[in-house]
């Protein structure tokens, strides 16, 4: 009988781990197999010692895998340096179903020993490799590590084929020019009936009017509010779109729009108007996003983020020294749904520090974790927002 057959498995892998001696090819597999079991549950020490029994099978394929396992188990036991080896080893073989990964796990821990070029030559590798899902997430990568090691140009070029998919115009300017038109519309000779119809009328929100929980955002009291709120949007907006994506900056943007003026309408008698609530939304995603979740900046980004929590402060200042002009119940409204959103919904389109160096590639960017975290903090802000229009009784939640 041949001793490789499928069927000729030994009952007890223990004994074929505590035997020397070349194994059989269904003893082989069965041992990878355990170990990758053992990983899952947490037993690395058991892991290890499955996979160190297999390697140096004499099936390229088989070795490789035991390979990339004892380098995963080593690097859970705090093991790096034995992980990094075990890697490379994979490396030095014949090309194999392992060697994408390998060089993925490669090149996350040069990220994790400050060897940003070696881990952009080991990106490099793995995406040659990389099976198409996965192409635009290593491209993203590969572009934060252009942008840290001064290489603009290249980072450009690998931005541009992490969102290929994204839209020619970003949103935020989308929204920016929309917001300009309108209040420009309804700050012009004829434009009374626009601003009353899109203005944050408190007693006409009581009656059921919710679409101006969000129309407030369009309209300003002058140019000069116009100017800042919109000169604030040109700079945040596009920073959080390029971190959270297109869809979810959009979700950000109406979400805090409506939490301020829904904190407006619980906390302030005075009508409002204007995008402020949704500048101190964008504010407070980026306080708390980039502190939880660690997205890679650029330099841009690491210029302006530092700088946030002072512009909050002197910001809130200035609304309760003018508290007849500044409506600060919408701009903390605004910036606590921010920091709240911030705080739970993970960065979607660009690597934070933790997938860098991480070999782990999750689907769409965010793992299933995180999403469900993300779908949590969502709910329970809008939960938050309609409990307040139920409080007050407004229609059709009256």
Same mark, same amino acid.
């Given at each position: ?19 020397p ?77 392992s ?5 993925r ?11 940003l ?6 990106y ?43 839209? &020619?115009?970003?949103? %935020?300017? +989308?929204?920016?020019?929309? /917001?300009? @038109?309108?209040?420009? $519309? =309804? ?47 040109y700079?945040l907006?596009p ?21 301020a ?24 995603v980026?306080?708390a996003?980039t502190?939880v ?5 650029? &330099?841009?980004?690491? %210029?302006? +983020?530092?700088?946030?929590? /002072?512009? @909050?402060?002197?910001? $809130? =200042? ?23 959103l ?57």
């Amino acid at each position: 009988m041949d001793p490789h057959a499928a069927g000729d498995l030994p009952a007890d892998l223990e004994a074929a781990l505590a035997t020397p001696g070349p194994l059989p090819r269904s003893t082989a597999l069965a041992l990878v197999e355990r170990g990758r079991t053992q990983l899952d549950d947490g037993e690395f020490e058991g892991a290890a010692r499955s996979f160190s029994r297999v390697t140096g099978f004499d099936d390229v394929a088989i070795t490789a895998s035991a390979l990339l396992g004892l380098g995963e188990a080593f690097y859970r036991l705090d093991l790096e340096d034995d992980a990094v080896a075990s890697w490379e080893e994979v490396l030095l073989l014949p090309e194999s179903p392992s060697t994408y990964a390998a060089w993925r796990n490669v090149a996350a821990a040069r990220v994790r020993g400050g060897n940003l070029a070696g881990a952009i030559t080991a990106y490099r590798e793995a995406d040659r490799r990389a099976p198409l899902e996965h192409k635009a997430e290593i491209a993203a990568r590969l572009g934060w590590l252009a942008k840290e090691t001064g290489n603009a140009g290249a980072a450009r070029r690998y931005f541009a084929r992490s969102r290929g998919h994204g839209p &020619a115009v970003p949103l %935020a300017y +989308v929204i920016l020019g929309l /917001t300009v @038109v309108v209040s420009f $519309l =309804a700050l012009s000779n004829d434009g009374l009936e626009v601003f009353r119809g899109l203005e944050l009328d408190k007693a006409k929100l009581a009656g059921g009017e919710l679409y101006r929980l969000v129309t407030a955002s369009l309209v300003h009291v002058n140019i000069v509010h116009l100017a800042l709120n919109m000169y604030a949007l040109y700079l945040l907006g596009p920073l959080v779109e390029g971190i959270w994506g297109t869809p979810t900056f959009g979700l950000f943007y109406v979400l805090t729009a409506v939490a301020a003026s829904t904190a407006s309408f619980f906390f302030s008698p005075m009508e409002s108007v204007g995008a402020s609530g949704a500048i101190f939304g964008l504010v407070g995603v980026l306080l708390a996003g980039t502190r939880v979740h660690h997205p890679v900046l650029d &330099a841009r980004a690491r %210029a302006i +983020v530092p700088q946030l929590g /002072t512009i @909050v402060l002197v910001n $809130l =200042a200035f609304g309760f020294l003018f508290a007849d002009q500044i409506d600060n119940a919408a701009h903390i409204g605004g910036l606590a749904a921010g920091l709240w959103l911030g705080f739970f919904v993970p960065p979607g389109r660009v690597p934070g520090l933790w997938a860098l160096r991480s070999a782990a590639l999750p689907a769409g960017g965010r793992p299933w974790a995180g999403m469900g975290l993300a779908a949590l903090g969502i709910l329970v802000l809008v939960a938050a927002i309609l409990a307040v229009l139920v409080v007050r009784k407004v229609p059709p939640f009256s």
